[in-house]
């Protein structure tokens, strides 16, 4: 089983550069997520999407843009990529409130 | 300021010793989970508590849901070096499916 799928998993931009993550999910979940890992912080949630046809913001949505593509996917860009937008980036699928979230394995983004 | 905290930030214990993890907000959830992730991976889910009171045990892990379910406990007993990794709560409040987390322990348990 595939699970959550990020692409790509590693990435280097320059300051000002745009890209788009993308997330796909096999399980029939309602609701995906993006998150950022910085260390000491945790996860911070940047935009959710409880089910298709929704997006919220999170957080931290500042410099960013989502697109629930379908059910099975969940795109995040970057429109011109800063320094403090270095991180890992995690891609989360659930099938609805209260229940186990399932993780991809992270993206991980260096803006120079 | 993340709306979960969990305390200590880092822990680092021998093997065989007891050891415990805080998860507080002022924020009442209808439900709150507990994910332990290793590096290079992502978050993987070790129990939901969903009840006020509520004591769940996996292994020698034991979770606690307080009673006005704003705060959780997580309690692992004769520690072993394979509980090493990070340990993150996690809860939905405010909007239905924000689920956010806390900052996580970083657990190292040493031979």
């Known amino acids: 089983n595939a699970g959550v799928t990020q692409t790509p998993k590693f990435q280097v931009l320059k300051t000002g550069q745009s890209m788009t993550l993308q997330c796909a999910q096999d399980?029939?979940?309602?609701?995906m997520y993006w998150y950022r890992q910085d260390p000491g912080m945790g996860l911070r949630l940047i935009y959710y999407?409880?089910?298709?046809?929704?997006?919220d913001k999170g957080e931290v949505p500042n410099g960013y843009n989502v697109s629930r593509l379908n059910k099975r996917e969940f795109s995040l860009r970057l429109e011109s990529a800063a320094p403090s937008q270095t991180s890992v980036y995690f891609c989360?699928?659930?099938?609805?409130?209260?229940?186990?979230?399932?993780f991809g394995q992270g993206t991980r983004l260096t803006v120079v | 300021t993340q709306l979960l905290e969990q305390s200590p930030q880092f822990l680092s214990i021998q093997e065989g010793e007891n050891l415990t993890v805080y998860c507080n907000s002022s924020s009442v959830f209808s439900s709150l989970q507990w994910y332990r992730q290793e590096p290079g991976e992502g978050p993987v889910l070790l129990v939901t508590?969903?009840?006020?009171?509520e004591v769940k045990k996996l292994k020698r892990l034991t979770f606690q849901f307080g009673d006005a379910r704003k705060d959780s406990s997580l309690h692992i007993t004769a520690a072993q070096t394979g509980d090493t990794g990070l340990y993150l709560c996690a809860g939905e409040y405010d909007s239905w499916g924000k689920l956010q987390f806390g900052a996580g322990t970083q657990v190292v348990v040493t031979p």
């Open positions: 399980m029939n979940h309602n609701s």
């Open positions: 989360a699928s659930r099938p609805g409130a209260d229940t186990e979230a399932f």
């Open positions: 508590v969903v009840t006020g009171g």
């Open positions: 999407s409880a089910s298709e046809g929704t997006t």
